[in-house]
């Protein structure tokens, strides 16, 4: 399926002439009918690199989406990465859902860090346990984005208030649930006072379970529509000697021919073009930091790490099995923030510096040294 072509009624491509073919600012890209105009740092800048958390209930990621999987006890030892975030000064966004906002096992650990300017605290909606539940629990309704536009409206405006009750805050930053943003999110936001959405991932596609197809964007921040809303999507992209070509050789590669040929996969296994996502969840040490200085190379600035609460327990993702996955987890979390200070050069974002108003951007201590 082309990027043109749309899954159910949600618009998931980005039309054929006006992809991201080049990582340049102002460079402007029409998806879900808005607007995507290009909005990176200059090249003569230091990277920067911002952390976020889908700060989630526990449940099978192989099972069937269901109402009742709202357990949140890995909650509890959200500190264990935090102490790391704190050493490198980085005030992650932890983006919560309603069963963590809204349960006092889910939120009241995250006061403490909020309370002493540790975090932000952003918006996470997983429709299947976020009330009012008007609509069929499935697959395609999995994805927020897909939704009636009212029925969107209703859970995302209840997970703000259940926020703003329970941590006191209201939130600026929004994540879809698995990636899902629609056709109706971004008014969405902006009608709410949402500032910076996180819901993008360069380079990925969710159609064929119904979701949205980001193929095209790249990895920068877009202010969308008017500019209100930025975008600043997760960092993901390609390593190797074909790395850099990644923007053209993507649609190639998605031919029918190619794809008979498994021709991607051959790339890949002969790390000549590897796909690598900026999260300890799932790739190595070694290969998230050549992803950054892949990226930093080719004009990257603001970068993106991410992973989900409940891996740092292990059992409740695919990623960490063991006790001795949750610390490998942890360390790897700890080698790219320091890689990305020492090594690279870079400096840490602050989320502040993405909100409307800011004076600019406030560079961070790479390590506390009290």
């Not at 976020?52 to 526990?58: G, H, M, Q």
């Not at 860090?113 to 609509?135: K, M, Q």
């Not at 970068?303 to 609460?309: I, R, T």
Request: glycine share 10%; hydrophobic share 40%; proline share 9%.
């Amino acid at each position: 399926m082309s990027v043109a072509e749309s899954v159910g009624r949600l618009p998931v491509g980005l039309g054929p002439r006006r992809r991201a073919d080049r990582l340049a600012p102002g460079g402007a890209v029409r998806f879900l009918g808005v607007d995507y105009v290009g909005d990176e740092l200059p090249a003569s800048a230091p990277p920067r690199l911002f952390v976020v958390v889908d700060t989630e209930e526990e449940f099978d990621w192989s099972a069937p989406f269901a109402r009742d999987k709202i357990q949140v006890t890995a909650m509890a030892v959200q500190e264990r990465a935090q102490a790391v975030f704190d050493r490198h000064g980085i005030r992650p966004i932890y983006v919560i859902d309603y069963p963590v906002a809204s349960q006092p096992e889910g939120y009241q650990p995250l006061l403490p860090i909020l309370r002493r300017g540790g975090c932000e605290i952003g918006a996470h909606l997983h429709p299947w346990t976020n009330p009012p539940f008007d609509e069929e629990v499935s697959e395609r309704n999995s994805f927020p984005g897909n939704l009636a536009p009212a029925v969107e409206a209703a859970k995302f405006d209840v997970l703000l208030e259940t926020i703003e009750a329970n941590l006191g805050v209201r939130p600026r930053f929004y994540k879809a649930g698995r990636f899902g943003i629609g056709p109706h999110t971004v008014q969405m936001l902006r009608e709410r006072g949402i500032a910076v959405d996180l819901s993008l991932l360069p380079g990925a596609s969710y159609a064929d379970t119904g979701g949205p197809d980001f193929r095209g964007l790249a990895p920068m921040p877009y202010r969308v529509g008017d500019g209100a809303l930025l975008s600043l999507p997760m960092t993901r992209g390609h390593v190797g000697a074909l790395g850099r070509f990644e923007m053209s050789l993507n649609p190639a590669l998605d031919a029918p021919i190619a794809r008979a040929l498994r021709l991607r996969g051959l790339l890949s296994r002969l790390m000549l073009f590897h796909k690598v996502t900026l999260s300890p969840e799932g790739a190595s040490t070694a290969e998230l930091t050549a992803l950054i200085a892949a990226l930093a190379g080719r004009g990257v600035r603001s970068f993106v790490m991410f992973y989900h609460s409940p891996s740092l327990v292990p059992g409740n993702t695919p990623y960490v099995r063991t006790d001795a996955d949750a610390a490998a987890l942890i360390a790897r979390i700890d080698a790219v923030c320091g890689y990305f200070t020492t090594r690279l050069g870079g400096r840490i974002g602050d989320p502040a510096e993405l909100l409307p108003g800011a004076s600019g951007a406030r560079t961070t201590p790479a390590r506390n040294r009290s």
